[in-house]
């Protein structure tokens, strides 16, 4: 079974805070892609990391996708109420480009 | 911006009556998915549709589930004879190219409900 475990969970923080959520994996991806997901609404794409070590940037959002492309990281910086909701990361492996999906963060940024 | 749309936004159906949850994908997009999303659990992929047929299914997606694109722009979802398990938010997503990074768009979801 292809798994991408993702933790934590949940987070519940004050704003200005930094977090960091970390969805890895023992299988290789050929790309995975953060998505953010408003309550009774599809997942909404943040970014997609394809290359082992790439990191991308996003205002306050940091993306890490690992070396070996089986681990990503999430970075927010001085968090605000604004990026409360479920963060989902998602990873493709094959040619039918099916989403993999991890459990997701549900991260509460409190004033 | 063009955006996948879904139809109905939610539908209650009683145990055993058949339903079919539409979705209108991107209209250039070529690769069509539907995803489903028990309450409180994960994003699960259920099928993906290319050329007119489903190149990739998961172990949910049984006998009792079928998808269409009968028009050209339309693509379906039909359950058969739905069950309580099936009750959950389904999502279509779409996407343009055979490459893999290419983004997956998708719908609003369609939250279904089985009495």
């Known amino acids: 079974t292809q798994l991408l475990e993702q933790s934590p969970q949940f987070l519940s923080i004050q704003e200005g805070e930094n977090l960091t959520v970390y969805c890895n994996s023992s299988?290789?991806?050929?790309?995975l892609q953060w998505y953010r997901q408003e309550p009774g609404e599809g997942p909404v794409l943040l970014v997609t990391?394809?290359?082992?070590?790439e990191v991308k940037k996003l205002k306050r959002l940091t993306f890490q996708f690992g070396d070996a492309r089986k681990d990503s990281s999430l970075h927010i910086t001085a968090a605000q109420p604004g990026d409360t909701g479920l963060y989902l990361c998602?990873?493709?492996?094959?040619?039918?480009?099916?989403?993999?999906f991890g459990q997701g963060t549900e991260l509460s940024v409190k004033p | 911006e063009p955006e996948v749309t879904q139809t109905p936004s939610h539908q209650v159906t009683q145990m055993g009556q058949e339903v079919i949850l539409r979705c209108v994908p991107i209209?250039?997009?070529?690769?069509f998915y539907w995803y489903r999303q028990i309450l409180g659990q994960k994003v699960e992929f259920l099928v993906s549709?290319?050329?007119?047929?489903?190149?990739?299914k998961s172990e949910i997606f049984d006998d009792q589930f079928s998808v269409e694109r009968p028009d050209g722009s339309n693509f379906t979802l039909k359950i058969r004879s739905t069950k309580l398990e099936d009750s959950a938010m389904y999502f279509c997503?779409?996407?343009?190219?055979?490459?893999?990074?290419?983004?997956?768009?998708f719908g609003p979801g369609t939250r279904l409900t089985v009495l």
């Open positions: 997503a779409s996407r343009k190219d055979r490459v893999l990074t290419d983004t997956q768009y």
């Open positions: 299988s290789v991806f050929s790309s």
């Open positions: 990391v394809v290359t082992g070590g």
């Open positions: 998602a990873g493709v492996r094959n040619q039918g480009g099916k989403l993999i």
């Open positions: 209209s250039n997009h070529l690769y």
């Open positions: 549709f290319y050329n007119n047929e489903i190149s990739e």
